[in-house]
Structure formats: structure tokens, C-alpha cells
């Protein structure tokens, strides 16, 4: 695991896969689901500052052929 968010209702993990990151959301229950990229090349991060209580969350995905991007799920 490279980094986690926690919030009221879920947590969102950043992980390694094949050397690719991904995010795996997991419910209250402990049922998951993986957010892979279709990207060659590209780094994630989790950016914090958000609310505890949402349904959001928030992060930053550079990729070499375009510019940093930060995005909401």
C-alpha cells in the first residue's frame, strides 16, 4: 500500500499493481472495487483535504502526455 484515505463511509487505497498504481475503494461492509487507468504511463497520489463526511474523493493524476490533472470520484 503507498497511501490511504479514510472518510465516513469508505476508505481509498493507493497501491502498486505491476508496477502501475491504482485505487482500490472499500465499503463500510469490506466489499471493494479497483479504479485502473487506461494510461501507458502515469503516477497517482491522493490529495487530502476534504471533507470526512462525502462521498468524494480527491487526486492528483499526472501523466507525461498531458498536464497534471486533479480529479474528483
Same mark, same amino acid.
Given at each position: 500500500m503507498a497511501g490511504f484515505?479514510?472518510?465516513a463511509n469508505h476508505l481509498v487505497r493507493l497501491e502498486r @499493481?505491476?508496477?502501475?498504481d491504482r485505487l482500490v475503494v472499500m465499503d463500510k461492509a469490506g466489499? @471493494?472495487?479497483v479504479i485502473d487507468?487506461?494510461?501507458?504511463?502515469?503516477?497517482?497520489s491522493?490529495?487530502?483535504g476534504y471533507e470526512y463526511d462525502t462521498a468524494q474523493t480527491r487526486?492528483?493524476?499526472p501523466v507525461p502526455?498531458?498536464?497534471?490533472?486533479w480529479v474528483r470520484l
Open positions: 484515505s479514510l472518510y @499493481e505491476n508496477a502501475s466489499g @471493494e472495487h487507468f487506461d494510461e501507458e504511463a502515469y503516477a497517482l491522493l490529495d487530502d487526486f492528483v493524476l502526455t498531458t498536464p497534471r490533472q
